[in-house]
């Protein structure tokens, strides 16, 4: 579920800024199974559930546009924790974590989706397997990128059609603008002790070349792109996108600029190098 015109709150629905939100949960009425949720009807088979499945499956990580009839419960606010208790939740979901959507009836499904635009509900990096920590940086607001949008509208600006220079200037704004201080730690592996489980991290022989920012991998709505520190032992990685929630702003799909949506810095051994545990990790046994 997901609402462009929510400003700041639709740019992902995956990371709220406000962490005691609820989110949305949603099932469909014959699968719906909850203590107390009652009342709800019953789904309707029809030709418009199979459309919305097979919309939804050939759509993969892309969003479908869907008017969904159901029955909304509300999650109950949380209860503050007696002292040395932990607090439970009190919603429906994974961990209690959200309100709950009951999905009764498919009333319309959207089949024509522009191919040129991004539909997802949020971005993230994927790191090289052999990598074992990352390091997320911070990206535009959802307003800067709006005000980026109406500036190329009137004419201006109008090199964030282009996602090299989008992705360019990201990597100016985390080397030494104001990205560039994150102490965000997203996830590390632990690197095995036993040599051969180590060589899980063995990174293979990589020819690009160093400190140039290279293009990683691309689709006419997304790109990601890769900065390699010259001891091949990190890199930073930039993902780009062209968001659907632009396309009303900019009047047509074809008009949508280019916008950072993901970066992150990834730690590595470099090619060749023995993968070992870190200093730090072996201070931890």
């Known amino acids: 579920m997901h609402d462009p015109s929510c400003l700041e709150n639709s740019f992902t629905n995956g990371d709220r800024s406000n962490r005691d939100e609820r989110g949305l949960w949603v099932e469909f009425a014959d699968e719906a199974q909850h203590e107390g949720v009652k009342g709800f009807l019953p789904l309707v088979e029809d030709a418009k559930l199979q459309q919305f499945s097979d919309v939804f499956n050939q759509r993969h990580s892309q969003m479908p546009r869907a008017v969904l009839v159901g029955t909304f419960y509300k999650a109950k606010p949380r209860k503050d924790a007696e002292l040395g208790k932990i607090s439970l939740a009190f919603g429906y979901g994974h961990m209690g974590c959200c309100h709950l959507f009951v999905v009764s009836q498919v009333e319309s499904v959207e089949t024509q989706y522009s191919a040129d635009l991004d539909y997802s509900a949020y971005w993230s990096t994927s790191a090289p397997r052999w990598c074992y920590s990352q390091?997320?940086?911070?990206?535009?607001?959802?307003?800067?990128?709006?005000?980026?949008?109406?500036?190329?509208?009137?004419?201006?600006?109008?090199?964030?059609?282009?996602p090299m220079k989008v992705a360019e200037e990201q990597l100016d704004a985390m080397r030494f603008g104001k990205f560039k201080d994150t102490k965000w730690l997203e996830w590390e592996a632990r690197i095995p002790e036993d040599p051969e489980r180590a060589r899980y991290f063995l990174a293979?022989?990589?020819?690009?070349?160093?400190?140039?920012?290279?293009?990683?991998?691309?689709?006419?709505?997304?790109?990601?792109?890769?900065?390699?520190?010259?001891?091949?032992?990190?890199?930073?990685?930039?993902?780009?996108?062209?968001?659907?929630?632009?396309?009303?702003?900019?009047?047509?799909?074809?008009?949508?600029?280019?916008?950072?949506?993901?970066?992150?810095?990834?730690?590595?051994?470099?090619?060749?190098?023995?993968?070992?545990?870190?200093?730090?990790?072996?201070?931890?046994?």
Request: charged content about 25%.
């Open 135 to 162: 390091e997320s940086y911070d990206i535009p607001t959802y307003a800067d990128i709006r005000s980026w949008q109406q500036a190329a509208n009137n004419g201006a600006d109008l090199w964030r059609l282009d």
């Open 204 to 285: 293979p022989p990589d020819a690009r070349p160093t400190a140039t920012l290279l293009e990683a991998s691309s689709q006419s709505f997304r790109k990601t792109y890769e900065f390699i520190a010259p001891d091949r032992k990190s890199r930073l990685i930039i993902v780009v996108a062209r968001p659907y929630w632009l396309e009303e702003l900019a009047g047509s799909a074809a008009r949508v600029i280019w916008a950072p949506v993901a970066s992150a810095k990834v730690s590595c051994f470099a090619p060749g190098e023995e993968p070992r545990p870190q200093p730090d990790e072996q201070s931890l046994h």
